[in-house]
Structures are given as structure tokens and as C-alpha cells.
């Protein structure tokens, strides 16, 4: 991420004077680093319980859409055979 790059600042240096990248704003730069223990990449990362119903949900989902199918292709046959 470069503002000078897209004409949206006069210099291609960060506000606190060096060059600005997507590296320096995240890990580096004193005044926007994500500055907790463990950085970015802990910020990322997804404990059990959130996998977990990450994963039923995505169970969920594939469930009530075959569901739905199977009722669809239900209502055509007895409108056919109707």
C-alpha cells in the first residue's frame, strides 16, 4: 500500500519518515503498528470453540441446502405425477 503510488499523498514516505509499505504500517511504523504481543499473525489466528462452529455452520448450511433441493425436486415430481 503505497498512497503516493495511487495520487493520494505527495510523498512515498510514511508520516513518521520512512518509505511506506504495507510491512512498515503493520510491523514497523511507531505510530500504527498493531503493537500487542504476537502482532498481526495472532490477531489471525482462530481459537477451537471459533473452528468448531465455523465448521457446524458450514455443516449447517450444506444440510438445509440439500434439504431445499430435495424438496424442490420432491414438489416437481408430485406436480408431474400430480
Not at 489471525?44 to 424442490?72: V, Y
Request: glycine share 6%; with cysteine.
Amino acid at each position: 500500500m503505497n498512497l503516493h503510488k495511487w495520487d493520494l499523498a505527495q510523498s512515498p514516505s510514511c508520516d513518521c519518515g520512512q518509505r511506506q509499505t504495507m510491512n512498515h504500517i503493520v510491523d514497523t511504523c511507531p505510530l500504527t503498528k498493531f503493537d500487542f504481543e504476537g502482532g498481526l499473525n495472532l490477531r489471525h489466528k482462530a481459537d477451537d470453540d471459533a473452528i468448531i462452529w465455523l465448521e457446524s455452520t458450514a455443516i449447517a448450511a450444506l444440510a438445509a441446502s440439500r434439504l431445499i433441493q430435495m424438496l424442490g425436486e420432491s414438489s416437481s415430481r408430485s406436480t408431474i405425477y400430480g
